[in-house]
Each structure stands twice: as C-alpha cells, then as structure tokens.
C-alpha cells in the first residue's frame, strides 16, 4: 500500500504531552492554547479538534491534516477529510471513498467506504453502497453489509439498526448479545449503557435490564464519570448511580473530556 502522508522521526508522542492543550477560536480561525488560557500555538488554522493520541486533525489553507503535540504538521493534498486517531489508526477521505491510515502515514485499508466511523477493539463500522457492516483493521469484511445504522463496537458489543427504527446490540459474530430492541442505543462502558426507550433515556445492563428507568429527555453518554441530563429542558450531570452532580439549571451543556 502506499503512503501519502510523511510521517517524520518525532512526530508520535505520547498523549500525555496533549493533554493540556485545548483548541480555541479567534475571529474565524483556530489555534491551541494551555488549561490556563495560555497561547501554545497560533490561531492559524480554518479546524481544529482535540488532540487524540498526540495527534490532532487539523485544516489550513483548505487541506486536511494532522499536527503532533509539538506543532509539527503534515498535510496532504489527496485528503478530503479525515477523522481522528483512535488505536493508532485514522479514517481519511480520498476521491469521495473513505480508507484508512497507520500513525506511521501508511495507507492499511484502501479507499472503498462510503463511510468509516472510529477503529475500535480492532474493528471499524463501514459502510458500502449504503449499508454498514464491520471490517478489520487490514479491510477484510468481518460482519456483512446490511445494516441502516452501526456504532462501533465497545466491550465487544455494537448497536446496529436494519431500519433505524429498531436497534439492538450484537457481538462480534452478528450476533444479538443483548435482550431488548431500543429506539437509540450508545456506547457500553463499565457493563453499562445509554439507550432510549419509550420515548425516554435511561441506562441498562449487558443483560438489558434497566439499571437507571427511561426517565429522562435528553441523556449522554459517560464520559469522565459524568453524563448529561435533561429534564424539563433543563441541563445537568449526573453520575452512573443516578445521583444529581450537578444541578439541572443550565439551557444547554456538552459531556465533560479530560476534566
């Protein structure tokens, strides 16, 4: 396989050098400063995105790229739009097909997808003439192509969709692992998960039973042992037993990352 992007000696870093460096907006452009508000780096791109494993995806001067937690960056004019790393892997955008790269620039997967969502426990959500299944991370078809809707696989269970109305999990034969179908479905993390039922969110087993009811309006997934609530248009976090952490009082609110 090819490579079009050059990767340099230095340009992978551990993700803990990009931990504290956060994208900020000024005027129409994008750069990188500190938790503290500190400039790190030069508002000079038109994206971008969190870093992810010391890498971020960036644009500038209408082409897609990535930069490392020590500036360096490496664009390519191929690329019409990429994703973020996730298990040393990036999903790219070549000639309106979607493939995949190594964090070495290495293409793996050749450019065939009509889409690609995030590697992850060695498996990407793909789809192909309209219909998503599952491929390896070397592009061989794992789970065929017949579903509306898929997420990527989490504690080796995806939710799919046959008509996106429906959804269910299945494990990593194709196989539905868990009892109940779900009018929205999320990640499991910790042998919990968020799903909508009845019109309502609320939180299940890997059994697919109710561990918090479908109560609320609005519910996110976990991230940094917090989720979003909604309840009567109001906005708060609660944590995995349920408990208010913080209070349902603001208009609008995003799950927290990295504190």
């Given at each position: ?26 005027g129409t452009q994008w750069g ?14 038109e994206e971008a995105h969190p ?209």
């Open positions: 396989m090819k490579k079009f992007l050059i990767i340099l000696n230095g340009f992978l870093f551990f993700p803990i050098f990009a931990i504290g460096l956060v994208p900020f907006k000024q990188y400063s500190d938790f503290s508000g500190n400039l790190v780096y030069d508002a000079i791109y870093f992810s494993e010391g890498i971020a995806r960036v644009k500038k001067n209408g082409h897609y790229g990535y930069i490392s937690a020590a500036g360096q960056q490496f664009f390519s004019q191929a690329i019409e739009d990429c994703k973020d790393f996730s298990e040393n892997l990036a999903a790219v955008k070549i000639g309106q097909k979607w493939g995949v790269i190594d964090n070495t620039g290495k293409q793996i997967v050749a450019c065939l997808y009509d889409k690609l969502k995030d590697c992850r426990e060695n498996l990407l959500a793909a789809c192909l003439n309209g219909k998503w299944g599952f491929i390896s991370r070397k592009g061989e078809t794992i789970i065929n192509f017949h579903y509306k809707e898929a997420a990527p696989f989490s504690e080796n269970l995806a939710c799919v969709s046959e008509d996106g109305k429906k959804y269910i999990y299945i494990d990593k034969t194709g196989t539905q692992a868990v009892k109940g179908e779900f009018e929205r479905g999320g990640m499991f993390q910790n042998g919990k998960a968020v799903v909508k039922k009845d019109r309502g969110y609320g939180v299940i087993s890997k059994e697919g039973k109710f561990l918090l009811p479908p109560y609320y309006a609005y519910l996110s997934d976990f991230s940094d042992g917090l989720a979003v609530c909604s309840i009567n248009l109001r906005y708060g976090f609660i944590d995995p037993a349920g408990n208010i952490v913080i209070p349902l009082v603001y208009a609008f609110a995003q799950p927290f990352r990295n504190g």
